[in-house]
C-alpha cells in the first residue's frame, strides 16, 4: 500500500517551517530586551506614533473614501431610465 501524492515534492510554506518559528522566537526576544532597555524612548515617541497611525489608518483602512469606484460614473445605454441620483448620493458613505 504505497500512497503517493501529487504535491509530495513541492515546498511547504515558509511561516509553518521550523525556521519561522525560530524567526519568530528571536524576534520575541530581540523585542523584549530593547523595549526593556529602552522603554524611555519608546514612551516618548508614542504620541509621534499616535499622530503618524491616523493618516495611515486612512490610507490602509478607508481605502481613499470610495474614490476606488470611478468605473461607474459612466452610465451604460442600459440606464439610460434609471434614477441614479440615489446612487451618487450614497457612493461615498464609509462601508
Not at 515534492?9 to 528571536?26: D, H, K, M, Q, T
Not at 470610495?66 to 462601508?95: F, I, L, V, W, Y
Request: glycine share 8%.
Amino acid at each position: 500500500m504505497n500512497h503517493e501524492h501529487e504535491n509530495q515534492n513541492e515546498p511547504g510554506s515558509f511561516w509553518r517551517s521550523r525556521y519561522a518559528l525560530g524567526y519568530l522566537v528571536i524576534g520575541a526576544v530581540a523585542a523584549y530586551f530593547l523595549l526593556t532597555e529602552h522603554l524611555a524612548h519608546v514612551i516618548g515617541a508614542l504620541p509621534f506614533m499616535l499622530l503618524l497611525a491616523c493618516p495611515l489608518m486612512h490610507v490602509f483602512m478607508h481605502h481613499g473614501h470610495g474614490h476606488h469606484s470611478h468605473h461607474q460614473d459612466a452610465e451604460s445605454p442600459s440606464d439610460e431610465g434609471k434614477d441614479t441620483s440615489a446612487n451618487k448620493e450614497n457612493r461615498h458613505e464609509p462601508r
